[in-house]
T-cell receptor, first 114, second 112 residues
Framework: KQEVTQIPAALSVPEGENLVLNCSFT??????LQWFRQDPGKGLTSLLL?????REQTSGRLNASLDKSSGRSTLYIAASQPGDSATYLC?????????????FGKGTLLTVNP | EAQVTQNPRYLITVTGKKLTVTCSQN?????MSWYRQDPGLGLRQIYY???????DKGDVPEGYKVSRKEKRNFPLILESPSPNQTSLYFC???????????FGPGTRLTVL
């Protein structure tokens, strides 16, 4: 059974700082890994999708890496801004028979202070 | 615009009163699923569907039903809601394989 852990659970940084969010997973037989952003009480915004054969993906100030062998992914946010404040969720996509299932971590709550 | 829609977005109801949360996608995706999100527990899969008339249980199916009569729609049915089903519900769809999953905006359900 896949288990996804995100560390730290919460992070507070000053504006402009570069930061790294960590995600670890127990089952390396993943199809892909997806990073989401969630604002309080809101829906999920997909940030980056890394296929199992890829090592990293970039979108603007965001860079996500994937190391299947060690069961780790990181989300790097450059030059953080107050608007980046949100919960960031990591989700691994496995196939268990006919069930294509996303297993989510519990998230990292990021606060970027002006 | 490719999207997953859910209705209603917010619902307050009472114990035992049957309700349906609708989910619809316009991307012709075969695969759809429902998740619930609870503080401290994260997102957990309730039910999923591989195609029309093909559905199966996820991790937390108790107290829920689903149906998939059309490819675009995947409603979540609570026959007799209870307070422990108070949660934030998300519908998702994807094309299969290595593609990304698309999520609806969420339905916040409160059962009194």
């Amino acid at each position: 059974k896949q288990e996804v852990t995100q560390i730290p659970a919460a992070l507070s940084v000053p504006e402009g700082e570069n930061l790294v969010l960590n995600c670890s997973f127990t089952d390396s037989a993943i199809y892909n890994l997806q990073w989401f952003r969630q604002d309080p009480g809101k829906g999920l915004t997909s940030l980056l999708l890394i296929q199992s054969s890829q090592r990293e993906q970039t979108s603007g100030r965001l860079n996500a890496s994937l190391d299947k062998s060690s069961g780790r992914s990181t989300l790097y946010i450059a030059a953080s801004q107050p608007g980046d404040s949100a919960t960031y969720l990591c989700a691994c996509f496995n196939s268990g028979g006919s069930n294509y299932k996303l297993t989510f971590g519990k998230g990292t709550l990021l606060t970027v202070n002006p | 615009e490719a999207q997953v829609t859910q209705n209603p977005r917010y619902l307050i109801t009472v114990t035992g009163k049957k309700l349906t949360v609708t989910c619809s996608q316009n991307m012709n995706h075969e695969y759809m699923s429902w998740y619930r999100q609870d503080p401290g527990l994260g997102l957990r899969q309730i039910y999923y569907s591989m195609n029309v008339e093909v559905t199966d249980k996820g991790d937390v199916p108790e107290g829920y039903k689903v149906s998939r009569k059309e490819k675009r729609n995947f409603p979540l049915i609570l026959e007799s809601p209870s307070p422990n089903q108070t949660s934030l519900y998300f519908c998702a769809s994807f094309a299969g394989g290595y593609n990304e999953q698309f999520f609806g905006p969420g339905t916040r359900l409160t059962v009194l």
